[in-house]
C-alpha cells in the first residue's frame, strides 16, 4: 500500500466518496450530493486524501471574504481513522487559503462532539463563540405560540425592510449584546463570516431585511421549505415578541418549519425554546494563519 497523498478533489473521486460519507449521521449526509456543487466553486478548494489513488478523507475550504476562510465537510473513511488524516486535510486547506489572502480560518463544531473539539483545539485552534441552531415546525393548529391560534396583533408583526431601516438597523445591531457575543459573524447557511453593512443594503433589496417593534431579521428561503433567519436583532425584554412574530411571518408565508442561528445568548435561547424551538448547540473555533 502506498502512503497517503494530499491533492485536489476530482470528479472522478465522487463515487468513492459517496461510498464512505452515505451514513455519516442517522439521516445520512449532504457532502456526496454537494461534491459537484463544491468543485465548481471558484472561491474553494476541496481536498482528499488518497490511498492508492482512492479518497479515504475529504474536506473543504471556502474564502468567505477577501481575508477569512471557512473549513467545513471533514470526513474520514471510518478504515482510515485514528491517523491524523483530518488534520492533515485542515493544514493543507489553511495553507490554501492563506495562499488566498485568508488571516483566520474558522469552523463549527457541535457542543456535544468532544471528539473534534480535541482534534481542532490540537490542530492550533481556540474556541471563540458559541451559537445556537433554533429549529420550529409551522403548520399546527391551533398554534400554541400565536395565541391558541390568533395571529400577532398587526402593529407587531413584522413588515419588509425600507431603506430607511438600514442605518438604525446596523447601529443596533453593531452595539447589541447578540452580536457581542457572536464575534460579529454573519452565518451564510452553516458557513459564517464578518458581517458588513452592505449585506443589510442586499437585504433590503431583496427585500429579506423584515422589521418591527421587537427589531429586526434577516429572513431567507431555504430549499427545503423552510424560512431560515441568520441575522437577529431584538433585546432581552422584546425577545420573546420577535419569536412569535417570526413564526408569525414564516406562517403566513406558508412556509412548513423556520430556522435560525443565533448567538449563544440567555434570554434568546430562553425565547427561542418558549417559542416551541428545539435548541442545538455550536461551537466556532478559529485558527490565525496569517
Known amino acids: 500500500m502506498s502512503e497517503p497523498t494530499i491533492r485536489p478533489a476530482t470528479a472522478e473521486d465522487h463515487v468513492a466518496i459517496r461510498s464512505f460519507t452515505s451514513e455519516t449521521f442517522s439521516w445520512g449526509d449532504y457532502v456526496a450530493d454537494a461534491f459537484e456543487g463544491w468543485l465548481a466553486d471558484p472561491d474553494a478548494?476541496?481536498?482528499?486524501v488518497a490511498e492508492d489513488g482512492e479518497p479515504v478523507a475529504i474536506a473543504r475550504g471556502v474564502m468567505?471574504?477577501?481575508t477569512e476562510g471557512w473549513m467545513h465537510g471533514a470526513r474520514v473513511h471510518p478504515d482510515h481513522r485514528r491517523k491524523g488524516l483530518a488534520t492533515l486535510l485542515n493544514d493543507y486547506l489553511c495553507d490554501w487559503a492563506n495562499s488566498r489572502g485568508a488571516l483566520v480560518v474558522r469552523l463549527m463544531i457541535e457542543s456535544w462532539n468532544e471528539a473534534a473539539q480535541r482534534q481542532v483545539?490540537?490542530?492550533?485552534?481556540?474556541?471563540?463563540c458559541d451559537w445556537i441552531n433554533g429549529v420550529r415546525g409551522l403548520g399546527s393548529e391551533p398554534d400554541p405560540v400565536t395565541n391558541g391560534g390568533r395571529r400577532v396583533p398587526g402593529d407587531e408583526q413584522l413588515v419588509v425592510g425600507t431603506p430607511a431601516e438600514i442605518e438604525p438597523a446596523w447601529v443596533s445591531w453593531s452595539s447589541s449584546e447578540l452580536a457581542r457575543a457572536g464575534r460579529n459573524?454573519?452565518?451564510?447557511?452553516?458557513l459564517m463570516r464578518r458581517m458588513r453593512r452592505d449585506d443589510l443594503d442586499d437585504a433590503v433589496t431583496g427585500r429579506r431585511l423584515l422589521h418591527g417593534p421587537s427589531g429586526w431579521i434577516i429572513a431567507e428561503e431555504e430549499a427545503d421549505d423552510s424560512m431560515f433567519v441568520p441575522f437577529l436583532v431584538s433585546t432581552n425584554d422584546d425577545a420573546y415578541r420577535m419569536v412569535r412574530a417570526m413564526v408569525?411571518?414564516?406562517?403566513r408565508k406558508g412556509y412548513s418549519r423556520i430556522r435560525t442561528l443565533v448567538p449563544a445568548v440567555g434570554w434568546m435561547e430562553e425565547a427561542l425554546s418558549r417559542g416551541g424551538f428545539d435548541l442545538a448547540g455550536n461551537q466556532i473555533w478559529a485558527k490565525t494563519v496569517g
Not at 478548494?45 to 482528499?48: E, F, I, R, Y
Not at 490540537?122 to 471563540?128: C, H, K, S, T
Open 45 to 48: 478548494q476541496v481536498a482528499v
Open 64 to 66: 468567505m471574504s477577501p
Open 121 to 128: 483545539q490540537a490542530a492550533g485552534y481556540r474556541r471563540v
Open 185 to 190: 459573524l454573519y452565518p451564510r447557511g452553516w
Open 248 to 251: 408569525d411571518r414564516a406562517d
